[in-house]
Structure formats: structure tokens, C-alpha cells
């Protein structure tokens, strides 16, 4: 079996996806550099777990991580190096590929054994399918490119004591804030998102999309026309230039379904749409539309739940 390293760097559902993807193509090894992330490496399957401690590393922007992941990469001459497509994941893989002098695939949405990928782009209106000419293949995988599956293993645990070298103390970090979670799942994370669009109207009636969200226990998302409007924070915005979620069930509601919108959210398993205007491209994808005024429509949904709690 093909030997495929992922770097785990965290214990959330895209990191899982990224280990899943890494089995169906050989046999995996994780990189670590915590014991959440050694224990997630083992419940999706790893075969073997370098656990990574370097004292002072997480003081410092990614260079030390860089140092370690290209280390283990020149060591295991790996036949795929994995990261997922997040800020950090990718700041990491462009620094392995000057490293290691290798291509690099970033955003995929599907790898196979033979090294091809395959990455959306204009906004998910095309699709494209590239190989590496150059190395091994080194991509960062999108979040929802695949499902993540839990196969309990007993990997190989190997330790890796490292020392953040003089070269990579270029960028310290003068402070992190760690935003409080509140109540509500992650918008990346959440099984149901239920957003919102410029049809809301109001920062105070994004309280409805709010109660419809947790009514079904899920994450509330926005489109940019909304976040740009003030009715709901930046953070929250699905689409091109915001998260990308992949949920069991998405609900647009007065969202017109713009292709920038789209690329965020059109991977979702069951997509809700609720829109006054019967023409929304919205409907195209959507599994159930409801043509209606969301201000009628949502209550209803509340109602309904609520009696079925
Ligand atoms: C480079 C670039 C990047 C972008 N990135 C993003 C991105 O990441 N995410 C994103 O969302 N957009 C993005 N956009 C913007 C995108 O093109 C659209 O402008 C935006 O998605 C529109 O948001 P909307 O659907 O909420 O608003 P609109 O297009 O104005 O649609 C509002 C909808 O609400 C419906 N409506 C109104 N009132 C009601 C009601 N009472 N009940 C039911 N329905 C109602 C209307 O019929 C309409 O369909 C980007 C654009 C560019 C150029």
C-alpha cells in the first residue's frame, strides 16, 4: 500500500474528511503535534502517528511546523502528503512545496491513487482534474470533499522531539484570541446550517433565522449580501469568500442562490430553499423549495418542530 501523510492539526470534522481521503489512497501516517490530534488520527484510521512535540512552536506563525512536516516528508518519501484547505494548512503546504521543490495542489475536492485531483473552480461553475509533474502529490483538501468514517485503529506511535530552529523565529505571535464558541455548533462543523440572505431584511429579524437554527441544533450562516448589509456578522458568511459547509441540511431562506453563494454551501446533502420569488436560481439546487415569504414560511417550520421535540 501507497504510503500517504496527513497533517492533523486539529480535532474537527475537516481534519477527519482529510484522514478518510488519505485511507481510501494507502496506508496513512499522521503527523501530531497534540494528543487531541494523535487520538483523532487513531479513530480515523491511521496506521501510524509521529507525535510532534516541539517546545515553543505554537509561539511562532507556521515556519517551525513547516520545518517538521518537511522532515518528515524527505524521511518517508511519502507517495501523498495531505493538509486540509485552511488558512494554516495551506500556509504550511506552500512552505513545503519551496522546501521540498515539489508541485502543489491546494482546495482539491477529490484525490485518486494515481495523484489526480480534482479542484472547483470559478466559483464551482468548473471543474478541474490536474497531476503533479513535479514530486510527490502535495494537496490541501477542502472541507467537505468527502465524508468523514471512523475506523478505530491501533496505529504505531513514533515520537519526534524538535527544536524551532533560529531560521523559523521570523514571525512570533504577539497574542490569539480564542472566540467564545456559545451555544451553537461551528458553521464549518455543523450537521444543520440554516442561513439567511438579503430577503431577512433586518439585523433584528435574523433573530427568526437564529430560532430556526436552534430549533434544529444547527449553525446559522448568512449570505454576503446579508453580512454586507450589517444583518449578521462577517464570520458567519457561506460562499466563495466565506466558509465552505458541508452539512447534512442546508436552508437557504431569502437567498437568491448566486454562483458565489453556491460554491460555499452546494456540496450540502439535502438543500431547503425558502424564496418569494418562484425564478430563484436557488430552486435549481435545492432538494425542497418552498415559494413563499420566509416571514410566513419559518414560523411554520418553528411551530412544527417545536411540536415534534
Ligand atoms: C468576488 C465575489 C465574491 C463573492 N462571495 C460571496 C460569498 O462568499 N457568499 C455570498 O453569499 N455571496 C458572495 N458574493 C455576492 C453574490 O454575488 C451575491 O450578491 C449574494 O450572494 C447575494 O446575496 P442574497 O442572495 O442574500 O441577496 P439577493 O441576491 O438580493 O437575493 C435576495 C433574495 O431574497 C428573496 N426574498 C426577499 N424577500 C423575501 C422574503 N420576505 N421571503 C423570501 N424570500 C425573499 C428575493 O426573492 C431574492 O431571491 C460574492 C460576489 C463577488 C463578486
Known amino acids: 500500500m501507497a504510503d500517504i501523510l496527513v497533517y492533523v492539526p486539529e480535532t ?96 482539491v475536492t477529490g484525490l485518486d491513487a494515481e495523484g489526480v485531483a480534482e479542484q472547483d473552480i470559478f466559483a464551482g461553475a468548473t471543474i478541474t482534474t490536474s497531476k503533479i509533474t513535479k514530486g510527490f502529490t502535495l494537496a490541501t483538501v477542502k472541507a467537505g470533499a468527502t465524508e468523514a468514517e471512523a475506523a478505530p485503529s491501533e496505529p504505531v506511535v513514533e515520537d519526534v522531539e524538535a527544536e524551532v530552529a533560529e531560521s523559523d523565529r521570523r514571525v512570533r505571535i504577539a497574542e490569539s484570541v480564542v472566540e467564545p464558541a456559545g451555544d451553537r455548533p461551528g458553521l464549518a462543523e455543523a450537521d444543520v446550517v440554516v442561513s439567511g440572505g438579503r430577503g431577512v431584511g433586518s439585523a433584528d429579524d435574523f433573530a427568526l433565522i437564529e430560532r430556526v437554527a436552534d430549533v434544529l441544533g444547527g449553525a446559522v450562516g448568512a449570505s454576503r449580501a446579508a453580512t454586507d448589509a450589517g444583518y449578521y456578522p462577517h464570520k458567519f458568511q457561506v460562499g466563495q469568500t466565506g466558509t465552505t459547509v458541508s452539512p447534512q441540511l442546508y436552508v437557504a431562506a431569502g437567498i437568491s442562490g ?44 418553528l411551530e412544527e418542530a417545536e411540536k415534534r421535540k
Open 12 to 107: 474537527g470534522k475537516h481534519a477527519a474528511e482529510v484522514l478518510t481521503l488519505g485511507r481510501s489512497l494507502g496506508d496513512v501516517s499522521a503527523i501530531a503535534f497534540d494528543a487531541q490530534s494523535a487520538a483523532l488520527a487513531s479513530e480515523y484510521g491511521a496506521a501510524k502517528v509521529y507525535r510532534v512535540s516541539a517546545e515553543g512552536a505554537d509561539d511562532y506563525f507556521v515556519d517551525p511546523k513547516a520545518t517538521v512536516l518537511a522532515d518528515v516528508a524527505r524521511k518517508t518519501e511519502p507517495a501523498a502528503f495531505l493538509l486540509p484547505s485552511t488558512d494554516e494548512g495551506k500556509a504550511l503546504a506552500a512552505r513545503l512545496a519551496v522546501d521540498l521543490d515539489n508541485g502543489l495542489l491546494t482546495d
Open 258 to 301: 448566486a454562483i458565489q453563494h453556491r460554491a460555499g454551501m452546494q456540496t450540502s446533502k439535502l438543500i431547503v430553499a425558502v424564496n418569494k420569488d418562484a425564478d430563484a436560481p436557488i430552486f435549481s439546487m435545492a432538494d425542497f423549495g418552498v415559494v413563499g415569504d420566509l416571514f410566513e414560511v419559518l414560523p411554520q417550520v
